[in-house]
C-alpha cells in the first residue's frame, strides 16, 4: 500500500505537524492527496502506520523531557505515599494536572474518534478545518495580548517553568484537556488547541508549548500503544519495513521540532502558524476543487 519513500515523508511529515499547531491528521489527509499517491487512507495498513508514526513522536518526546518524567514519577509517587499534594511539591501537582489534562480527550478519544474521523476524514473538509484552526490562534493570539501572562522563566530552567505550569488550577487544566480533544477532527491540531488553552489560561508561549509537549506524551502514547498490536497483526508483515521507515523519520524530525519550538517560542507567537494554516488550508482547499 504504501512505498519507502512515502513512507519517509509521511513520517516527516508526522513528526513536524504532530507538534507545529498545524494538524499532523490534516496534513496526513490532505498532502497525499495532492502528491497525487494512490493511497487508500481506508485500507488496512494506514491506521497501523500512523500508529507507528505518533508512537515514535511519543517516545521521542518521553526523551527529550526524560528529566522531567523522572520528576513527574518521583511527585507521584510521594504524593499517593502520603496522600496528599504538598503545596511546595512543584512535580506532584504537575504529575497530577497531566492526569487530569489527559482524561477528556481519552474519554472522547474512546468513543467519538471513530465516528468523527470518518465523518470527517475527507481532504476538502481537512483543509477547511484547517482554515478553522488558524483563525482559532488568532483569535488566542489577540486575547492573549488582554491577559497578563506569567512571568517567563529562564529559557534554560526547565525546573522554573515546570513551577509556573504548577500554577495552573485544576479547572483550567481540564479546558485544557478538553481543548485538546478537538483534534479528532483532520485539520485541527492537538499542540495547538492545547497551546492556545495555556496562553489563555495566563502561560507565555514558550511555557503553553512546554505544557503542551508534555501533556502529548501520554495522549500519543496510550493511544498508539492501545492500537499496537494493529501493527503486529500476520496481515502487516509486508508493510513492516515502511513502518519501520516512517516512524524513524518521525522520530528524528520530532525530536528537532521539538528543540525549534522551545527556542522560537521564547520571543515569538503563534501568528506565523496561523497564517499558514489560514493561508495552507484555502490553498489546499481550491486546489482540490480545480484538480479533484
Request: charged letters at 15%; aromatic letters at 10%.
Amino acid at each position: 500500500m504504501i512505498d519507502t519513500i512515502q513512507a519517509a515523508i509521511l513520517g516527516l511529515i508526522q513528526g513536524i505537524t504532530e507538534l507545529f499547531p498545524i494538524s499532523s491528521l490534516g496534513h496526513s489527509v490532505i498532502l497525499p492527496r495532492l502528491f497525487g499517491w494512490n493511497l487508500d487512507q481506508n485500507a488496512p495498513a494506514f491506521l497501523p502506520f500512523l500508529i507507528a508514526t505518533h508512537l515514535a513522536t511519543a517516545v521521542v518526546l518521553f526523551v527529550f523531557f526524560l528529566k522531567d518524567w523522572i520528576e513527574i514519577f518521583k511527585g507521584l509517587g510521594r504524593s499517593i505515599r502520603d496522600r496528599k499534594i504538598t503545596p511546595s511539591d512543584t512535580y506532584a501537582k504537575l504529575g497530577w494536572l497531566l492526569v487530569v489534562g489527559t482524561v477528556p480527550a481519552g474519554i472522547m478519544g474512546l468513543v467519538l474518534e471513530k465516528p468523527i474521523r470518518t465523518l470527517f476524514a475527507s481532504p476538502l473538509i481537512a483543509a477547511a478545518f484547517l482554515v478553522v484552526n488558524g483563525l482559532v490562534l488568532f483569535a488566542a493570539e489577540h486575547l492573549r495580548t488582554r491577559k497578563q501572562l506569567r512571568s517567563a522563566a529562564d529559557p534554560s530552567d526547565g525546573a522554573a517553568s515546570d513551577a509556573q505550569i504548577a500554577t495552573l488550577s485544576w479547572k483550567q487544566v481540564l479546558g485544557i484537556g478538553t481543548a485538546q480533544a478537538a483534534a479528532l477532527v483532520p485539520g485541527i491540531s492537538r499542540s495547538g488547541s492545547s497551546m492556545v488553552g495555556g496562553l489563555l489560561s495566563g502561560l507565555n508561549n514558550e511555557n503553553a508549548a512546554r505544557f503542551s509537549f508534555l501533556l502529548a506524551t501520554p495522549i500519543i502514547g496510550a493511544a498508539a500503544v492501545l492500537k499496537l498490536p494493529a501493527v503486529f497483526g500476520p496481515d502487516m508483515a509486508d508493510e513492516r519495513g515502511a513502518f519501520l521507515v516512517g516512524a524513524l523519520c518521525s522520530a528524528v524530525a520530532a525530536w528537532f521540532s521539538t528543540k525549534f519550538l522551545l527556542r522560537i517560542f521564547e520571543t515569538r507567537t503563534l501568528m506565523p502558524f496561523a497564517v499558514y494554516c489560514l493561508v495552507g488550508g484555502v490553498v489546499y482547499f481550491t486546489l482540490m476543487l480545480i484538480f479533484g
